[in-house]
């Protein structure tokens, strides 16, 4: 497995922006299509947004559509997810993911189920 953990989370005013890293070490990570995830209080965990291995294909959640963007940088080991025009409804803890499938060049992996690595998390929250 992949060892990953998360940053870049705080508290911010509706309408601003912040950008969550998530840094990876063991397991190949350039091996791998990765993913964000989100839960807050109450809610299930769900699905924002993931990448493909080859960093070329990317998946939104419609919640998020336009407003984030994923990226990840092989050399540093880390993906990225930048959020921007944030709503209070984006509140919630962040986690990234490494999916368990690896060596597929375009492969995403969108249900939970398809990520084995999971990163501790970072709470995001966005004043009204």
């Known amino acids: 497995q992949v060892q990953l953990v998360e940053s870049g989370g705080g508290l911010v005013q509706a309408g601003g922006s912040l950008r969550l890293s998530c840094e990876a070490s063991?397991?190949?990570?350039?091996?791998?299509?990765m993913g964000w995830f989100r839960q807050a209080p109450g809610k299930e965990r769900e699905i924002v947004a993931t990448i493909s291995m080859s960093g070329t294909i990317t998946y939104y959640a419609d919640s998020v559509k336009g407003r984030f963007t994923i990226s990840r940088d092989k050399a540093k080991n880390t993906v990225y997810l930048q959020m921007n025009s944030l709503k209070p409804e984006d509140t919630a803890v962040y986690y990234c993911?490494?999916?368990?499938?690896?060596?597929?060049?375009?492969?995403?992996?969108?249900?939970?189920?398809?990520?084995?690595?999971w990163g501790q998390g970072t709470q995001v929250t966005v004043s009204s």
């Open positions: 063991g397991r190949t990570f350039s091996t791998n299509a």
């Open positions: 993911a490494s999916t368990r499938r690896s060596g597929d060049y375009y492969y995403i992996g969108v249900r939970g189920s398809e990520y084995d690595s």
